[in-house]
């Protein structure tokens, strides 16, 4: 151990120096970056079943030693970045209107289904997670929080507004808003919305949420 001397009445007394803190206290931010960024990509590239830590490091230009500082296996690395999906969320939108808010979320999230990451992954972690109940926990966390976020957000401005009436069922509120999109874009995967159909589906789950 390094010391260094300090003197009392007694003479010199050895005092031990601090050494700066090693481990996961000096872990890099970009690294840690990196590496999840990599887990998307490669998710993307070859799936769950085929990914590998040695496939994450490669991507992210980083040892297999530094993914293992961080995570103690690729399922927990997974883990930890589908449930940080939740944390981000979507933007609310803000626009004074039921209808017009719903498409501009539905915009949104159009692009991210549709993006060629995000579609690939998905459905990939859709068939683990009916063998991984982990991995169904986390999904579900993911899906279910980043969604209900902004819906609850959008029906609660719209009910201060007088568009929809107190008392409304949040559940079925969510499924209203979220489910026709992700049954196009995740279940069914179409590869094309029709003309105009989102607009058409604002409108129509507007209507719909005024009903309830």
């Keep these: ?10 003479g010199p007394q050895p005092r031990p120096r601090r050494r700066t803190p090693a481990g ?11 590496i999840r960024a990599a887990v998307f ?53 803000d ?10 979320l539905y915009e949104v999230t159009s692009r991210a289904l549709r993006h ?6 998905i459905p990939d972690l859709q068939a683990e997670a009916a063998r991984n109940p982990e991995i169904a926990d986390a999904l579900q966390k993911a899906l279910r929080e980043g969604q209900e976020g902004v819906a609850s957000k959008i029906v609660a401005a719209a009910e201060q507004r007088g568009e929809v009436g107190s008392g409304y069922d949040p559940d079925l509120a969510l499924d209203l808003i979220s489910g026709p999109l992700y049954w196009r874009s995740v279940v069914i995967r179409s590869p094309k919305l029709p003309k105009g159909y989102l607009a058409t589906l604002a409108r129509s789950t507007a209507a719909a949420l005024k009903a309830l």
């Design 41 to 93: 990509e490669e998710l993307a590239a070859v799936g769950y079943a085929r990914m590998s830590i040695e496939g994450i490091a490669r991507r992210a230009g980083v040892g297999k030693t530094a993914v293992y500082r961080r995570w103690r296996s690729k399922l927990h690395l997974v883990l930890d970045v589908v449930s940080a999906i939740a944390v981000q969320g979507l933007p609310a939108p």
């Design 116 to 121: 060629p990451v995000a579609s690939q992954i």
């Design 24 to 34: 996961a206290a000096v872990l890099r931010a970009d690294v840690t970056d990196a």
């Design 1 to 10: 151990m390094l010391v260094r001397m300090t003197t009392n009445a007694d």
């Design 95 to 104: 626009t004074g209107s039921l209808e017009t808010d719903l498409r501009l």
